[in-house]
T-cell receptor
Framework: NAGVTQTPKFRVLKTGQSMTLLCAQD?????MYWYRQDPGMGLRLIHY???????AKGEVPDGYNVSRLKKQNFLLGLESAAPSQTSVYFC?????????????FGPGTRLTVL | RKEVEQDPGPFNVPEGATVAFNCTYS??????FFWYRQDCRKEPKLLMS?????NEDGRFTAQLNRASQYISLLIRDSKLSDSATYLC????????????WGAGTKLIIKP
């Protein structure tokens, strides 16, 4: 099993450009998440999904959109990138049920917006 | 006040020593608690869940103090490979699948 994979691993954008980050998991997990991690701060939830076809906003959703058309994929879109979106983006997934279920993370995407 | 607070460190500890760090949380209704480990420029990985009665996994011991709203992590006989950032995580109020992440405590084990 590959677990959780993310593409691309690195990207440099100019202000105003758009891009899509792809997350894929092969563990048949229902829940998927997109986080951003900035220096000196904890992971912050951007959007999440509790199942195929459903998405919801996290704590920092502005400037991002998501889609979960297939259970195994969760896409994060930046329509018009801004320098404030320079960050490391992590995707995670977990199975349903129980309070102590582990979130499994992808290796991250390092995004720089100039 | 941050919902989950940790001492950022770094904690510089000689190999073989015991080290402990705490994390405080603000939501008294939190039910799920975790320690994750994150190596430099890598993704977080679950180290251990924290149960009400406390729990141990090899050299690692986690404790929960609900009255004072903190959790702790104790590492005995520290190894060079324990060098990492340790992230304290609790569930968001009213949700068992959304988590709130501390900024992490950096641990450096010196030979």
């Amino acid at each position: 099993n590959a677990g959780v994979t993310q593409t691309p691993k690195f990207r440099v954008l100019k202000t105003g450009q758009s891009m899509t980050l792809l997350c894929a998991q092969d563990m048949n997990h229902e829940y998927m998440y997109w986080y951003r991690q900035d220096p000196g701060m904890g992971l912050r939830l951007i959007h999440y999904s509790v199942g195929e076809g459903t998405t919801a906003k996290g704590e920092v959703p502005d400037g991002y959109n998501v889609s979960r058309l297939k259970k195994q994929n969760f896409l994060l879109g930046l329509e018009s990138a801004a320098p404030s979106q320079t960050s490391v983006y992590f995707c995670a997934s977990r199975r349903t049920g129980g309070d102590y279920n582990e979130q499994f993370f992808g290796p991250g995407t390092r995004l720089t917006v100039l | 006040r941050k919902e989950v607070e940790q001492d950022p460190g770094p904690f510089n500890v000689p190999e073989g020593a015991t080290v402990a760090f705490n994390c405080t949380y603000s939501n008294s209704a939190s039910q799920s608690f975790f320690w994750y480990r994150q190596d430099c420029r890598k993704e977080p990985k679950l180290l251990m869940s924290v149960y009400s009665s406390g729990n141990e996994d090899g050299r690692f011991t986690a404790q929960l103090n609900r009255a004072s709203q903190y959790i702790s992590l104790l590492i005995r006989d520290s190894k060079l490979s324990d060098s990492a950032t340790y992230l304290c995580v609790v569930n968001r109020r009213g949700s068992n699948y959304q988590l709130i992440w501390g900024a992490g405590t950096k641990l450096i084990i010196k030979p």
